[in-house]
Nanobody
Framework: QVQLAESGGGLVQAGGSLRLSCETSGRTVRNYVIGWFRQAPGKEREFLAHITWSAGSAYYADSVKDRFTIARDNAANTVYLQMNSLKPEDTAVYYC????????????WGQGTQVTVSS
């Protein structure tokens, strides 16, 4: 089973940027899909983006596709989420997750990292 560990969250002013990291370990993720989600207080978990590790192809939710970029670093076994033009409504706990090959479901989750955007 792959393990995921997020980092890079923090407090930022509106209009600023943050880069979140999702470090993978435990097994190769070459055939995995890695994604980012977030959950704000009192709201449901929201899908943001995912990347197919082998091909590097990315998919975004409409709500973030113009501001967020997902990328992976093979050497570091890490997936990043670059977040630009942040808004107070982006405040949430951000999670990365993984779909094992052949699974079709988000079978592994990280512990989350808090992002707070001040106005």
């Amino acid at each position: 089973q792959v393990q995921l560990a997020e980092s890079g969250g923090g407090l930022v002013q509106a209009g600023g940027s943050l880069r979140l990291s999702c470090e993978t370990s435990g097994r190769t993720v070459r055939n995995y899909v890695i994604g980012w989600f977030r959950q704000a207080p009192g709201k449901e978990r929201e899908f943001l983006a995912h990347i197919t590790w082998s091909a590097g192809s990315a998919y975004y939710a409409d709500s973030v596709k113009d501001r967020f970029t997902i990328a992976r670093d093979n050497a570091a076994n890490t997936v990043y989420l670059q977040m630009n033009s942040l808004k107070p409504e982006d405040t949430a706990v951000y999670y990365c997750a993984a779909v094992p090959p052949g699974s079709g479901t988000w079978g592994a989750w990280g512990q989350g990292t808090q992002v707070t955007v001040s106005s």
